[in-house]
């Protein structure tokens, strides 16, 4: 605390302060009055620097902010470098002093990809163990579920691994989607291929898994393909499904000229395992969850040439001025440099950004009713193009609209960015 009251007494010297006010007033002597000043002063130099709200999770010296996300279930593999990211741009910004003077701490609970379990950790965060915010959600059946709760709630949700209709349709100010959009996703793809492939005609086969998100983004695909004159079917798989030939039996019967992915990783790298043994090579993209280095190493160059994704997210090999520079000398930094060109590692820094920025927008007394207050007016984020550009308006919560093609060069060894984000606004209306 000391450097604190050095700094206030110099901006206040109390010697000046008491010769202005010498005059003893109602028979009070200058020497109480003398006392009751320099203790008002000094009391002032505690408050400015000790507000707290540990119903908001905000004590003198931190700020607690929540975090749920898969750390050991069915979708951990591309959730835990999400969380990688964002601790990795959480310790960035607490070594250069923090917000206002104070650190933010990240309590993670690991909801392991059950719908219980995330309403149990909401829950918690919300009353037992206070934050000002809670980010993650990556389990689209459980955060559809939970959305009626948000809405209702003071505990604001900013920053989500995955978007669903519920979340941001009709915008609440309660909740700030933090990573690229599904419908968004479809129309990237779709638009792409099609151009690419010079096809009216479109036929897509959708592999999804069996969870809210999936279902959403088999209808986007399909409204997108109906734009085209084209058609697209649907090919559902269980969660934690250990086999996929019926679905392959279905794309073989149905030959599509683009399948596109939505799910975790472990049944993708089956997917496009099992594809190849069949001989078919058939353009694919995945959702952006699914544009890991891992995967393209799981595949191997002949199963992972056909196999692109979509992104609002770049991975830090993409030569790129800006920010990546300074994403991936953090991850060196902090021991996470082989997920540096993973984008859900992209995903978490750039909702560490989100928030610290939202944090700093509540101003020094920060509170989760201040935060919320400022962020509905809406709101602009520079990730000095970490991701395309992120963006809120008091009617639209999804953040960032931009996204474009990748793929990985097996033979660089790196990713591969296909044009600029704003050469595909023209797909996203």
């Not at 110099?10 to 010697?15: D, M």
């Not at 540990?54 to 929540?66: E, L, Q, T």
Request: glycine content about 10%; some cysteine; aromatic content about 10%.
């Amino acid at each position: 605390m000391n450097h604190h009251h050095h700094h206030h007494n110099h901006a206040v010297k109390p010697s000046t302060f008491f010769f202005r006010y010498k005059t003893p007033t109602s028979g009070l002597s200058s020497c109480v009055r003398r006392v009751s000043v320099s203790l008002v002063i000094a009391t002032l130099a505690i408050t400015a620097h000790a507000f707290e709200q540990p119903n908001d999770g905000v004590y003198a010296d931190r700020i607690d902010w929540g975090v749920i996300m898969d750390m050991s279930g069915t979708a951990s593999g591309s959730q835990i470098p999400w969380v990688r990211g964002m601790q990795s741009y959480m310790r960035n910004l607490n070594e250069a002093g923090g917000i206002n003077g104070r650190k933010v701490n990240l309590v993670l609970e690991d909801d392991r990809y059950e719908a219980p379990l995330v309403r149990i950790a909401y829950e918690k965060l919300s009353s037992q163990t206070p934050v000002i915010g809670i980010s993650g959600l990556g389990n689209t059946s459980a955060q559809v579920a939970l959305m009626p709760s948000i809405r209702r709630g003071k505990l604001p949700v900013v920053g989500t691994f995955a978007v669903t209709k519920a979340g941001i349709e009709p915008p609440s100010p309660m909740f700030y989607n933090g990573y690229c959009g599904f419908k968004q996703m479809a129309q990237v793809g779709v638009g792409y291929f099609a151009d690419k492939l010079k096809l009216k005609a479109l036929k897509v086969a959708t592999v999804h898994m069996d969870v809210a998100g999936g279902k959403e983004y088999a209808d986007y695909v399909d409204a997108e393909v109906h734009k085209y004159g084209g058609t697209s079917q649907a090919f559902p798989v269980k969660v934690g499904s250990a086999d996929v030939t019926a679905q392959v039996m279905g794309i073989i019967a149905m030959k599509p000229d683009v399948v596109t992915v939505y799910g975790v990783p472990t049944p993708t790298i089956l997917l496009m395992r099992t594809m190849l043994q069949y001989g078919l090579k058939i353009p694919t993209f995945s959702i952006t969850q699914l544009g890991t280095p891992d995967i393209y190493s799981a595949l191997g160059p002949e199963a992972g040439r056909d196999y692109h994704f979509v992104s609002c997210f770049t991975p830090g090999d993409i030569e790129e001025p800006g920010g990546i520079k300074e994403m991936a000398a953090a991850a060196d930094k902090y021991g996470f440099g082989g997920l540096k060109t993973n984008v859900n590692f992209v995903g978490g820094w750039v909702v560490g950004e989100l928030v610290a920025d939202a944090i700093a927008r509540a101003g020094k007394e920060p509170t989760r009713a201040a935060m919320v207050e400022a962020m509905s007016k809406g709101f602009e984020v520079d990730t000095k193009g970490v991701s395309s550009p992120l963006k809120f308006s008091p009617d639209n919560h999804l953040g960032m609209s931009a996204l474009r093609v990748y793929s990985y060069d097996y033979d660089a060894k790196r990713f591969k960015a296909y044009g600029k984000y704003s050469d595909y606004l023209k797909y996203v209306k």
